[in-house]
C-alpha cells in the first residue's frame, strides 16, 4: 500500500510550501481529492512506490493494515498505533454534554478497526441473511442490528477467519475518530465542516448512505461521524478523572455504549467526543457498528 509519513494517504502529488500564514501541504488523492494541512503540523514527508516496503516508523499508522475475505467479501482493519489522548470534551468539542466530563488521559496499546461499518454486503456474507426488509444497496452500512448480535456476529466471523475480532472499546472509538496520535483536534472526524466527513441529518435526506462516500479521517477510516450509530463493547457509566490505560469500562450496567450518532441526527451530535447509549436488545432503524482487533 502506498504510504506517506505525516498520515497521507496513496498520494499522486505533494506540493509543500515554505512556512508562513496559511501555507502548508496540499495532497492530491488517487480519487481526485484534495486535502490540506497546514505548514505547522507538517515535521517531515517521505514517500515510496506501491511495491517498496515502508520506511521504518515512517507509515501513516506504523503498522500494516490488514485486508480479510469472507466468502467472497473484502473488508480492510486499520492498524492504529498506540498513544496517550485526553478522552472527553476538550476545549474544541463545543455543545460538550454532562457525560463527556471530566476530561481524562487515556493510554491505548496498538491496535486495528475497521476502515468502514460493518456492511450489510459482509452481514450477509457472514450469517447468510441481510437484517434489511429493503437493502437499497449492499455498501450501505448494515442496521437493525443489537448489541447481542453484534456478538454473534463476531462469533461467526472470528469462527470463519480465524481471528479475534471483537467490538471496540468506547476509548478505542474515540481515539480511532480524533486520527489517534495523527489527529488535529477537529469537532468531528476528519475535519472540522461537518459535510465533507458525515451524513447527518441535514444533507442525509432521510435515509443512511454507502460507506466511503464522505471524506475519511488521519488514518484513513470513514464514518464515524454520521451515517449510523456503532455499538461498542463498554457498559455505559460515567466517567473517571483518573489516567487509565486500555480501559474497558464499567463491570455492570442495563446500557451499552454506542458513539458517532447517524443520518437522523444533529450536527452536535457527530462530534468525536458524543457518547450515546442503547438497550443492547434494541434494533434501532439508525444503529450499526465496526469491527475492531
Not at 510550501?17 to 515535521?43: C, H, L, N, W
Not at 501513516?60 to 482493519?77: A, H, L, P, R, W
Not at 446500557?255 to 467526543?273: E, I, K, P
Amino acid at each position: 500500500m502506498n504510504r506517506v509519513k505525516t498520515f497521507l494517504l496513496a498520494c499522486v502529488a505533494v506540493m509543500v510550501t515554505m512556512p508562513s500564514m496559511a501555507q502548508g501541504v496540499v495532497v492530491f488523492k488517487k480519487d481526485g481529492t484534495r486535502v490540506v494541512y497546514p505548514y505547522e503540523t507538517i515535521d517531515s514527508i517521505v514517500t515510496y512506490n506501491y511495491n517498496e516496503n515502508p520506511p521504518s516508523g515512517g507509515s501513516v499508522n506504523d503498522g500494516e493494515d490488514k485486508i480479510y475475505t469472507v466468502n467472497g467479501v473484502s473488508f480492510k482493519m486499520i492498524a492504529v498505533k498506540g498513544g496517550t489522548f485526553t478522552m472527553g470534551a476538550t476545549p474544541e468539542q463545543v455543545g460538550g454534554d454532562p457525560d463527556e466530563l471530566p476530561t481524562h488521559e487515556v493510554t491505548l496499546s496498538n491496535y486495528y478497526i475497521g476502515e468502514t461499518e460493518v456492511t450489510q454486503e459482509l452481514w450477509a456474507a457472514v450469517m447468510g441473511e441481510n437484517p434489511e426488509n429493503l437493502p437499497s444497496s449492499m455498501l450501505h452500512p448494515v442496521e437493525k442490528v443489537s448489541w447481542e448480535d453484534c456478538q454473534y456476529f463476531v462469533s461467526k466471523i472470528n469462527e470463519l477467519t480465524g481471528e479475534t475480532f471483537h467490538l471496540p472499546t468506547e476509548a478505542q472509538w474515540e481515539f480511532a475518530a480524533r486520527g489517534g496520535i495523527y489527529g488535529h483536534g477537529q469537532l468531528y472526524s476528519g475535519g472540522n465542516t461537518i459535510d465533507e466527513v458525515a451524513w447527518y441529518a441535514f444533507n442525509a435526506s432521510g435515509v443512511p448512505h454507502p460507506v466511503k462516500t464522505k471524506a475519511p479521517n488521519e488514518l484513513g477510516i470513514y464514518d464515524l461521524s454520521g451515517n449510523v450509530w456503532e455499538w461498542c463493547s463498554d457498559w455505559y457509566g460515567p466517567y473517571s478523572s483518573s489516567s487509565q490505560v486500555d480501559p474497558v469500562g464499567p463491570a455492570s450496567g442495563s446500557h451499552r455504549v454506542v458513539r458517532g450518532a447517524s443520518w437522523l441526527n444533529s450536527d452536535l451530535s457527530c462530534r468525536v467526543a458524543k457518547r450515546g447509549h442503547d438497550d443492547p436488545v434494541n434494533r434501532s432503524p439508525c444503529g450499526g457498528f465496526r469491527l475492531a482487533q
